[in-house]
């Protein structure tokens, strides 16, 4: 059974720092994309970060582009979304997804939720002063 559980949500004032972790466990394929969603109150999911295991590559939504970095942990199976200067537009429950393959970053970066193959539940990122 695959599972994705995120972690490192919470509240912070405009300018500050989150780190999210995304733990990924009983997905065989040692070839797999990492994205990150959010969605806030009232919106639609969005595709916000991603990045593939086997070269690295990534991708990022203009509006977080300089703002968010993200990056993985093969060994132990974990990804990582640094979140610094975050504005109160960034406030969202942010997921993330797993998908099999060369193509998670295309889905993301083409919002493209339902594309994914595997989702965690969720973790809420407040930004309000």
């Known amino acids: 059974q695959v599972q994705l559980v995120e972690s490192g949500g919470g509240w912070v004032q405009p300018g500050g720092s989150l780190r999210l972790s995304c733990v990924v466990s009983?997905?065989?394929?040692?070839?797999?994309?990492i994205g990150w969603f959010r969605q806030a109150p009232g919106k639609e999911r969005e595709g916000v970060s991603c990045?593939?295991?086997?070269?690295?590559?990534?991708y990022y939504r203009e509006s977080v582009k300089g703002r968010f970095t993200i990056s993985r942990d093969n060994a132990n199976d974990t990804a990582f979304l640094q979140m610094d200067s975050l504005r109160p537009e960034d406030t969202a429950i942010y997921y993330c997804?797993?998908?099999?393959?060369?193509?998670?970053?295309?889905?993301?970066?083409?919002?493209?939720?339902?594309?994914?193959?595997?989702w965690g539940k969720g973790s809420l990122v407040t930004v309000s002063s």
């Open positions: 009983g997905l065989t394929s040692d070839w797999y994309g």
């Open positions: 990045i593939n295991s086997r070269d690295g590559t990534t």
């Open positions: 997804a797993a998908d099999r393959g060369a193509f998670a970053c295309a889905l993301v970066a083409a919002n493209y939720a339902n594309g994914m193959d595997y």
